[in-house]
């Protein structure tokens, strides 16, 4: 029986047999009793619930009221609304020696850094990094479905304090739903969701259950989704490399996710978890063929599953602690890569790439009363992870090459932090260490391997000076760092027939950052305000570098993964939103970014991944059953100073860049409950059919390329949802 079935089973006869409910722990009321209130409530930034108002950092959320009203088929469209937050995904256009558009939604950017200097979980739980090299490319976005997600919280700017490993440039959890989020204030709740999109002409059906008893509650959510490819506007529809519109592409997934809740104790509740999501894409590839490859098919396929064990209490267990929360759990991730090329000797690559872990996360939460109120939070995080690749090569070479050696990864952390309230002033100092481990096998590895040993140390403290509740100006500082990944440590980047190698680096060390962030948030009656300013500088990026030889027969240049460049990012941030005239909220922002990297010969250099400057402006109509909002978005273009050179794919000189033009985006959503138990969503997105290249998609292709309109944004399009409630 495979895993998907087993996990599919274990939520039918768990589900028989027992269930749980959803309750948060009670806080310390003389300190928290404000969290009644309407105020959004924050929890990444301090792993503790504060007003959002009362958080030293700039973060945002999207609780499921939002999420439904974005009514968004995956995270890029989920995130298009948050102008500094942006999720790369190329069109479709790889090969046997390339992967050009395989990542799927590659990474999420945040603050002009992105990939896996971007720290992304699902309920707490670090996701699989991303990979890319030759056509084995492999993102992280896609191991998200947005049918399970009940609420998104980002974290910007370093996080290691928090989180450690990978958070750079910042953090985003992905919450599940809860079965309170169904419930509603009920006692059980079941609703039937049907939904097509014409972005990508796709069909989606997805069912809600949840139930509570006395002590108990339960959750289901399931769903399937069959698509085609994205749009664009493209218009040659040519079966050769000069094609703009995207390849045909046939996907399917399911997504499972099931919840089992207990209270054992007025004080202590236990949750299971169970998730499951599979994802496959067929795609014709009209743009591989030439004349010497007649077809190129390619099969993907992506599966991400986890169980979970939760345990909170109230009660002390150690003497020292007022709340207690345990997470046990084991997740496996997994993607193969099937590339066939017909051609006079056929070619094909079979890359796979799997993921599995397991960790426990424990926090413990002590508050002392006395002049002033404490609040102090301890923990210790501990993962260790199996990550294995190989590529199954036939045609040009007829062999099983690892890319790099089967690793496992060790993590363990202890942290720390202090949240001092006073009546006009809050200060929040926290510390964490962590140390890292990596052991390889030699097994099927071609290269002598090396293991790596280290440790980091990531403090931070923050304020926020209560002035007057329109006006709670804050500071934060914070280090952060990103351990190597597996890839780095040890890469399989050789091949003599062509004359390169490479060695592994067992003295290669973490990029770090060095943080700083000034603001000021402050709410007015219905209005409600953050203005930040942020200065992040980061040192030894992580860079290939040729180390040696000659690239002569005998004589082959030698790579290797190198601690070189640094960088600076500086940036504004302003957001605003009020609420007037009773149903009407009027949302608006801006935010701006520059920056370069130093080269160790100290030579500047643009950071192409910084984003252009953007504005939004937003206006909505609610009333109690129904409901419209527009939204216009616009981006500038980026100055040429400030973007690099790329390298040209035959002369393999450096060439210009293409620079996106500017451009502006209206979308319009609506919504209508015609009936208590019926619901519709329905959105148009870029109503004026504006022909635009969003920077992040078309990054890093040649001015000169003949295909640019392969990379454009699509059309207009329309989505409806419809929801029954049963």
């Known amino acids: 029986m495979s895993s998907s079935k087993t996990i599919h089973w274990l939520v039918i006869i768990a589900g028989s047999s027992f269930s749980a409910t959803s309750s948060a722990s009670n806080f310390n009321q003389a300190l928290y009793a404000e969290l009644s209130s309407l105020e959004p409530i924050s929890v990444i930034a301090t792993k503790g619930d504060r007003l959002i108002t009362d958080v030293p950092h700039s973060v945002v959320l999207i609780d499921n009221n939002e999420i439904n009203r974005r009514n968004s088929k995956d995270i890029k469209e989920l995130f298009s609304e948050d102008l500094d937050i942006e999720v790369r995904s190329q069109t479709a256009r790889f090969g046997v020696s390339s992967g050009v558009g395989r990542t799927g939604q590659e990474s999420i950017n945040i603050r002009g850094l992105e990939g896996n200097r971007v720290l992304m979980m699902i309920d707490g739980i670090r996701m699989p990094h991303s990979f890319d090299y030759s056509s084995a490319s492999v993102g992280r976005g896609d191991y998200v479905e947005l049918e399970g997600i009940g609420q998104i919280e980002v974290l910007k700017g370093p996080s290691s304090t928090q989180y450690g490993s990978d958070g750079l440039a910042g953090a985003v959890n992905f919450k599940t739903i809860t079965a309170n989020d169904l419930l509603k204030g009920g006692d059980s709740s079941a609703a039937i969701k049907v939904g097509y999109r014409s972005v990508n ?120 602690e007022d709340e207690s929360s345990f997470k046990l759990w084991l997740q496996k991730a997994a993607v193969n890569q099937l590339s066939i090329e017909d051609r006079q000797i056929d070619r094909s690559r079979d890359n796979n790439l799997s993921d599995n872990s397991f960790g426990l996360n424990a926090h413990w939460v002590n508050y002392k009363e006395g002049i002033n109120l404490q609040k102090w939070t301890y923990g210790l995080d501990i993962q260790q992870s199996k990550i294995v690749q190989s590529v199954k090569r036939t045609g040009d070479y007829n062999d099983q090459v690892k890319y790099f050696p089967d690793t496992q990864r060790n993590l363990f952390a202890i942290y720390g932090q202090l949240e001092l309230d006073t009546d006009k002033f809050s200060v929040i100092p926290g510390i964490r260490l962590d140390h890292y481990q990596f052991k390889s096998s030699q097994a099927g590895y071609s290269l002598p391997i090396v293991n790596l040993n280290d440790s980091a140390i990531s403090p931070s403290i923050s304020g926020v000076w209560k002035l007057q509740p329109y006006a709670k100006p804050y500071i934060t500082w914070s280090k952060g760092f990103r351990a190597p990944t597996q890839d780095q440590v040890n890469n399989g980047f050789s091949n003599l027939r062509h004359g390169y190698t490479s060695i592994g680096n067992p003295n290669l060390q973490s990029e770090k950052a060095n943080s700083l962030e000034v603001g000021i948030k402050g709410k007015w009656q219905k209005s409600r305000y953050t203005i930040a300013g942020y200065s992040n500088h980061y040192k030894d990026f992580i860079e290939q570098q040729i180390v040696g030889g000659s690239g002569r027969s005998g004589d082959p240049l030698i790579y290797q993964y190198l601690n070189r460049s640094q960088a600076t990012i500086q940036g504004l941030d302003v957001r605003f939103e009020t609420l007037f005239k009773r149903h009407w909220t009027l949302t608006s922002g801006w935010v701006y970014s520059k920056g370069k990297a130093t080269s160790s010969g100290g030579q500047n250099q643009p950071i192409d991944t910084i984003q252009p400057m953007r504005a939004s402006l937003g206006l909505s109509y609610q009333r109690q059953n129904w409901g419209i909002t527009g939204q216009w978005l616009h981006t500038w273009s980026k100055k040429p100073s400030d973007v690099g050179t790329v390298t040209d794919t035959q002369t393999r000189m450096q060439v210009a860049q293409y620079v996106a033009p500017a451009y502006s985006v209206f979308n319009l959503k609506a919504n209508w409950q015609p009936r208590k138990d019926l619901n519709l969503n329905v959105g148009i997105g870029n109503l004026f059919d504006k022909k635009y290249w969003r920077w992040s998609d078309v990054r890093g292709v040649e001015a000169a390329s003949p295909v640019l309109d392969a990379y454009t944004g699509p059309g207009r399009n329309i989505s409806v949802t419809l929801r029954y409630d049963l």
Do not use: C
């Not at 664009?232 to 050769?240: A, K, R, S």
């Open 201 to 320: 002409q796709s069909s989606t059906g997805a069912i809600h259950w949840a139930r509570k008893g006395s002590d108990w509650n339960a959750l289901l959510v399931s769903s399937l989704t069959s698509s085609s490819q994205m749009s664009n506007q493209g218009q040659l529809d040519t079966p050769d490399a000069l094609r703009t519109k995207p390849n045909p592409e046939d996907n399917n997934q399911r997504y499972l996710l099931a919840k089992l809740e207990r209270q054992f104790r007025p004080k202590q509740n236990m949750l299971l978890t169970l998730e499951d999501v599979t994802k496959n894409r067929h795609t014709n590839v009209y743009t591989a063929r030439t004349s010497s490859v007649f077809d190129h098919q390619a099969k993907d396929w992506l599966k991400r599953q986890r169980i979970s064990l939760d345990l909170v209490t109230n009660q002390t267990i150690f003497g020292f």
